[in-house]
């Protein structure tokens, strides 16, 4: 019996392009549990960056609940009540079948420093601090497709603030061998020495328009413009907005800029099922 635990503890690592993206467990007290790689872009240096991501415990519960079609107990709020966006809005078990992952949110709290970046740990909620995505006054609202983009609307004050963006294209399921060539439909009648990978690929866009208004808002200029934590969030429609809203992965960053009037980023999303 030992043996067989220690097999299932320390598993084989799973690499692409020489990046490890499913480390082994260990001995730690709370071990890896990395997920899911993203690539971040520069839009004007087109510089890549890659990161790793974490599921943390909603997702977890996300991802069962959608396996077994069966709502769970656990009695975390979601991101929906603590925003007080349709917070009265219940996941039940009749709206399960509605829920899926639409978009992200982003936080100012990944990072103390560009060296210092905080952890993710599997207890979290969602991201540190955060921001809104939009900020514009409640006599001059997004236009109609401006607002298809964004949802987690909120009013405070004289103004509306979106607090999700939307997945900039359709999510896409993607099964490649480890060299990037597509898995054949017979692959269970063929060889190979190639690794298998099955992901999902989403497309996040941090737009030239983003974040800047909040920051001009509460603090009069956008030197400081910045996110540095990254979430996936899932939610089901309950008339023009989401509720129910939970985030299901997380990752922190050294601080990224927007502090003029073009920079943007591209963020490409693989989530992999392992």
Known sequence: MKNQIDRMRFGDELSVNGRVIIPGFNDMKEPQRILAEITIIN???????????DVIIL?????LEKFFNRRSTYAMSTLSSDLSINANVNPTQDNLKDEFVFGFIVGTGG????????????????VP???????????????????AKYALKKQIGGKYYYYAKRFDTDVVIRHLFTDGTEIPSNIDQTETSLGLLVFGEAVLKVSSTDLREYFMDQFGSIDNCRFNSIGLVAGFLNGADFAGVRTVTKV???NLFLRDTESS????????SI
């Open 59 to 63: 997702g977890a519960t996300y991802i």
């Open 43 to 53: 839009d004007i240096t087109g510089k890549p960056v890659f990161r790793f991501n």
């Open 111 to 126: 990072a103390e420093s560009s060296d210092l970046v905080r952890s993710v740990k599997f207890k979290d909620k969602t």
């Open 129 to 147: 601090s955060i921001v809104p995505f939009r900020v514009v006054d409640t006599t001059a609202d997004l236009t109609p497709l401006e607002q």
């Open 252 to 254: 922190n960053m050294p």
């Open 265 to 272: 980023y591209t963020l490409v999303y693989k989530l992999y």
